[in-house]
Nanobody, 122 residues
Framework: VQLQASGGGLVQPGGSLRLSCAAS????????MGWFRQAPGKEREFVGT????????DYADSVKGRFTISRDNAKNTVYLQMNSLKPQDTAVYYC????????????????WGQGTLVTVSS
């Protein structure tokens, strides 16, 4: 199982970024996928998750209305569209393979990508 996150970078407050996570080594369409983030000195926290078909999503309150998760099962890729970015969104963002149901706890996810750094600063 491999998860390769990309798309991070430096963006000004109010800007947008789209992260991608390319998956391989398993049947992608059978798993929920999640995004988490970890800011310096803080614990890893839930950002959002998406169901196997993409019909169900769940977001942390801190990103609801600004971030959107989507997936393309034909490309084995999950995306995180981030709009109206704030300095407090600065973190390393991780994609992870989830269980067969929605979950917000890190312990429910069994494989993790390497992370991609998002820095929101003027």
């Amino acid at each position: 199982v491999q998860l390769q996150a990309s798309g991070g970078g430096l963006v000004q407050p109010g800007g947008s970024l789209r992260l991608s996570c390319a998956a391989s080594g398993f049947t992608f369409s059978l798993y929920y996928m999640g995004w988490f983030r970890q800011a310096p000195g803080k614990e890893r926290e839930f950002v959002g998750t998406i169901s196997r078909t993409g019909s169900i999503t769940d977001y942390a309150d801190s990103v609801k209305g600004r971030f959107t998760i989507s997936r393309d099962n034909a490309k084995n890729t999950v995306y995180l569209q981030m709009n109206s970015l704030k300095p407090q969104d600065t973190a390393v963002y991780y994609c992870a393979r989830g269980p067969s149901y929605s979950g917000r706890r890190t312990t429910q996810y069994d494989y993790w990508g390497q992370g991609t750094l998002v820095t929101v600063s003027s």
